[in-house]
């Protein structure tokens, strides 16, 4: 049985930073393709960020591209999502998800079979 636990949401003034982090129990981030998705109140579910589990090739929403970046640690078992020079609209409820089968980056939700219970990030002005 793969979790996948997210941590490290919370409230910060726009331009500021945060790191999310996403910790998978019973198989390695390393061994499949893992993206970051959030949902805004009121709004669909957004791919964010990915990463492939094949060669490392991530890809990125043009909203967040230069802003964020998605990583991880095959030691520790976890991925990450450094966000910079946040804005209010990046305000919203952030899962990690993995991809048992592809291998590639994709900001599809329909490729991830595993998902996280999601951390809460507030912008505020």
């Known amino acids: 049985q793969v979790q996948l636990v997210e941590s490290g949401g919370g409230s910060v003034q726009a331009g500021g930073s945060l790191r999310l982090s996403c910790v998978s129990s019973?198989?390695?981030?390393?061994?499949?393709?893992m993206a970051w998705f959030r949902r805004a109140s009121g709004t669909g579910r957004e791919g964010v960020a990915s990463?492939?589990?094949?060669?490392?090739?991530?890809a990125y929403a043009h909203a967040v591209e230069g802003r964020f970046i998605i990583s991880r640690d095959n030691v520790k078992n976890i991925l990450y999502l450094q966000m910079n020079s946040l804005k209010l609209e990046d305000t919203g409820t952030y899962y990690c998800?993995?991809?048992?089968?592809?291998?590639?980056?994709?900001?599809?939700?329909?490729?991830?079979?595993?998902w996280g219970k999601g951390a809460q990030v507030t912008v505020s002005s």
């Open positions: 990463i492939s589990a094949v060669d490392d090739a991530t």
């Open positions: 998800a993995a991809m048992t089968s592809g291998g590639f980056a994709s900001l599809a939700s329909s490729f991830y079979r595993y």
């Open positions: 019973g198989a390695g981030v390393r061994r499949w393709s």
